[in-house]
């Protein structure tokens, strides 16, 4: 897959347990933060998003959430199955009109059956 | 509703050889994007297209590269001539509102170009 050479973080856990994935960012101007999940030979696929102007959002068996002050991002998912072992991406958008995405390094998430 | 379809899948050629990768957006879609991931990199941001309109080619990294979406349907990315480090994949996206807020943008499934 893609992330060959590209030497990831890894998660590992076990089916049925919770999963917290961590990004940190690094510009405070960023007011549009997204997760995405890509599988192997697949494009990012989008999972969840959250603006600035929150703290917390909440999806099916996923939730993100954003702490402004010390600029972290989560994504937890709940009762983690196989379907979920991925990368993991959180990616930003900076305030000031432009839309292009600025993505972190992921995380490989390994669900143990 | 298809997705956002790429062409080709992969494409294997050699140094000095032009490629040409298409994008086919999500029908309506009026923003498409092109990303890449080179090895051991992050998925970076190439350029924004509105409709026909090139919005944002900050990311493009020499003249060797060329996009086009004549019409503002699909798009091509060109290289020319085509240089070892742009081996990677090249990713396609697609989102559907104008305005001040961004919105979803959904990713195709990459075309894995490697130059040898």
Known sequence: GESVGLHLPTLSVQEGDNSIINCAYSNSAS?????YKQESGKGPQFIIDIRSNMDKRQGQRVTVLLNKTV???SLQIAATQPGDSAVYFCAEIRRGGRRALTFGSGTRLQVQP | EAGVTQFPSHSVIEKGQTVTLRCDPISGHDNLYWY??????EIKFLLHFVKESKQDESGMPNNRFLAERTGGTYSTLKVQPAELEDSGVY??????RQGVMPD???FGPGTRLTVL
């Not at chain 1, 007011?31 to 997760?35: A, E, L, M, Q, S």
């Not at chain 2, 890449?36 to 990199?41: E, F, H």
Request: proline share 0%.
């Open chain 2, 91 to 96: 990713f396609c996206a697609s989102s559907h």
């Open chain 2, 104 to 106: 979803t943008q959904y």
């Open chain 1, 71 to 73: 600029k972290h991002l």
């Open chain 1, 31 to 35: 007011d549009y933060f997204i997760w």
């Open chain 2, 36 to 41: 890449r991931r080179v090895m051991g990199k």
